[in-house]
């Protein structure tokens, strides 16, 4: 990416915001007087022999307010090294409790606050206060429970993006149950091996779904699921679609409507007391390579880390309305619900696709909603942005304090969009890298520091994160790039993976000796702003030297004739693997050969002439998750002509076929 776009500061924050921000708060209360010292504190030795990560995440606890039914002895027991560690050991508490339970009393001046507004595809809205979710919470820890599920069991969420997603999820954790939140848009294969996996007896789904104007059938993919994986014993099946006056939908005995099932259960179900490390959610991560992996996360850490994240990343104020586009069963769902109803707030669900009825569909609703926090993936952002600045004109976007991004890497040109269009030039965009597996960040800007394009700021606090060489030493101060690690746990933190300590300890500690290897390549900049360069293991190597894909397809980016790129390797006789690079146009360039030329040389000038493209080829389209991730396997599998493995997840199939003729 050229380095006069990136090395410059485009956000600086006003002091006025700056004072308003929950982390200054915090700062305040500590005497910390800088981010540098605010990081040092949270995340270093604090001399003797304190670490500044156990001195966090204790003060964390009473800063935020999280509530524990009995006190902790200790911060953490890591008698087992930072792979095991136990965190707030003796303490229990309940996450339903933090989130809802305590919100929804009788007594309590959020109890008919609005806890989630939900839209339809259709244009139907709902709102539900603390009290109805509590209620309904309640109903359906109380029907578990008659369906013979204990504390520790898992329950299956295959659900559409209704706002029973959210009394669902909290009423697994009321009764002890292991939420598994399986992505509505995953097919019967992934659906099913994360059935066979986790195990389920009752698993909860819908009719269906609205998907550009059209309904998407769940029922009968689960069925299938669960014919080809077995386990389930209960299906309770949510009417979204208006089946159950009379719709045609597959049954079997072991089926039950949601407003059967849970409306007529007991409504006053106390939370229980739980151990600070009693499963909470087994999350799957996406599997683009290998079986998927089960995540364990715990009551204790995801009822802290989420919060502490919207609390200081996001600035999470009382009257805010955060809206991050996900499903229930990605982590940024969860994170979504947990980090935000900690505090009584309010949160945001959209069912739909991003551009229907028409491309101004997210703005539309930021603005009906008065919504102040916007999350979304910069692939969403390319491909909203190629609409041009139209669709934006109309509407009231002054309600927004903070944007947020995930998932990838960003070109700077679609970044400076998002920040100038969308959020005016003046809210920060918080751009976050962490993984499922902890339900949270390593890097994540603080809203009050300034930005360079595509940064990821710094570390998370209490985040004890570097950046590595092959050898495990130290590069971050030399302004090297290398592996993000983490040498300390946090709570958060996955306790192993649901199959097992060995895949575990492979997956994520077997490269470097006590640190967490994250498999992301990262750069530390002269300024002290943090960058990712992609995957380290999606390395293109040509002829010995590597590059990641996302450096490829920046410096595409940065040509005004495209919108997007995907670069992906192909065998080459001579440097083993060559770049070819699918190039999405702006709308109205025409695609010539002079053109490919120009990107070939763009590419030379930026990276070295080893990384110029063998090949350029242009698409309409690239095959997406329905989170806007780039499937780039797809890709690649497109244009080598090997298997395409699960794509399950695939939000436009049609993408693909349309990769095996690229012109």
Not at 14 to 37: D, H, K, L, Q
Not at 114 to 139: F, K
Not at 271 to 296: C, F, H, N, W
Not at 329 to 342: E, K
Request: proline share 5%; hydrophobic share 35%.
């Amino acid at each position: 990416m050229e380095h006069d776009t990136v090395d410059r500061v485009v956000h600086e924050p006003t002091r006025e915001f700056v004072e308003s921000t929950n982390v200054y708060a915090f700062m305040e209360s500590y005497g910390i007087e800088s981010y540098e010292e605010l990081i040092e504190r949270t995340t270093t030795e604090l001399g003797d022999g304190e670490s500044g990560v156990d001195w966090f995440w204790d003060e964390l606890v009473d800063y935020l307010g999280i509530e524990f039914y009995e006190p902790y002895e200790a911060v953490r027991d890591d008698t087992d090294g930072p792979q095991f560690s136990e965190w707030y050991p003796g303490g229990e508490l309940n996450l339903a409790h933090n989130v809802l339970d305590r919100h929804a009393a009788v007594d309590a001046e959020r109890r008919n606050t609005v806890a989630t507004i939900w839209e339809g595809e259709n244009g139907e809205v709902r709102e539900v206060t603390y009290h109805e979710l509590h209620r309904q919470a309640s109903q359906v820890a109380s029907a578990l429970e008659a369906r013979g599920v204990d504390t520790g069991d898992t329950v299956a969420l295959y659900m559409p993006m209704v706002p029973e997603v959210v009394s669902i999820l909290y009423g697994c954790f009321k009764i002890g149950a292991i939420a598994v939140p399986i992505f509505s848009g995953f097919g019967v294969d992934a659906t099913a091996t994360r059935i066979e996996d986790s195990e389920p007896r009752v698993l909860f789904t819908g009719d269906g779904f609205l998907r550009r104007g059209s309904p998407v059938f769940l029922k009968q993919s689960a069925d299938e699921a669960i014919e080809e994986a077995g386990h389930v014993e209960h299906t309770i099946v949510y009417d979204r679609l208006g089946s159950s006056e009379g719709g045609e939908i597959p049954w079997t005995d072991r089926d039950e409507w949601f407003h059967e099932a849970v409306g007529t259960a007991a409504d006053d179900y106390e939370s229980k007391s739980l151990p600070a490390d009693q499963e909470s959610m087994l999350l799957y991560s996406s599997g683009t390579t290998g079986r998927p992996k089960g995540i364990v996360h715990t009551h204790a850490g995801v009822g802290v880390q989420c919060p502490k994240e919207l609390h200081f990343g996001m600035d999470l104020k009382p009257a805010d309305r955060f809206f991050w586009v996900s499903d229930i069963g990605w982590m940024m769902g969860p994170w979504t619900l947990i980090g935000t109803h900690t505090f009584g707030g309010t949160v945001f669900i959209y069912e739909g696709a991003p551009d229907h009825p028409g491309p101004d569909r997210f703005w539309e609703m930021i603005d009906r909603h008065g919504l102040t926090q916007f999350g979304i993936s910069p692939t969403a952002i390319r491909a909203l942005r190629k609409y041009g600045e139209q669709p934006l004109e109309g509407h009231d976007l002054s309600s927004l304090r903070i944007l947020g991004s995930t998932g990838e890497p960003w070109d700077p040109e679609s970044w400076e969009w998002f920040h100038e269009h969308v959020g005016g030039g003046e809210c920060p965009i918080v751009n976050i890298s962490g993984g499922t597996e902890i339900c949270g960040c390593f890097l994540m800007p603080m809203p009050s520091e300034p930005l360079k394009p595509c940064t990821l700021g710094g570390p998370g606090l209490g985040m004890d994160i570097d950046i590595v060489n092959g050898d495990g030493e130290s590069v971050r101060d030399d302004h090297e790039r290398g592996f993000l690690v983490a040498r300390d746990s946090c709570p958060s933190m996955t306790k192993s993976l649901w199959s097992g300590d060995e895949r575990y300890l492979e997956e994520y500690w077997s490269t470097f000796e006590d640190m967490w290897d994250h498999g992301d390549w990262a750069q530390k900049d002269e300024d002290g702003f943090w960058f990712l360069h992609g995957r380290a293991d999606d390395a293109l190597n040509v002829a010995g030297r590597k590059v990641g894909p996302a450096e490829v397809e920046g410096a595409l980016i940065d040509h005004e004739a495209v919108n997007q790129a995907a670069a992906v390797g192909a065998p080459d006789e001579t440097t083993g693997t060559a770049v070819v690079a699918y190039v999405i146009l702006e709308d109205g360039v025409e695609e010539t050969d002079e053109l490919r030329a120009a990107l070939t040389e763009q590419v030379g000038e930026e990276l070295g002439k080893p990384f110029r493209p063998r090949e350029i080829l242009f698409v309409d389209a690239f095959p997406k998750t329905q989170s806007g991730k780039i499937i780039r396997r797809a890709i690649e599998a497109a244009y080598t002509g090997e298997g395409l493995g699960d794509l399950s997840s695939l939000e436009n199939p049609e993408a693909l076929a349309a990769l095996e003729e690229p012109r």
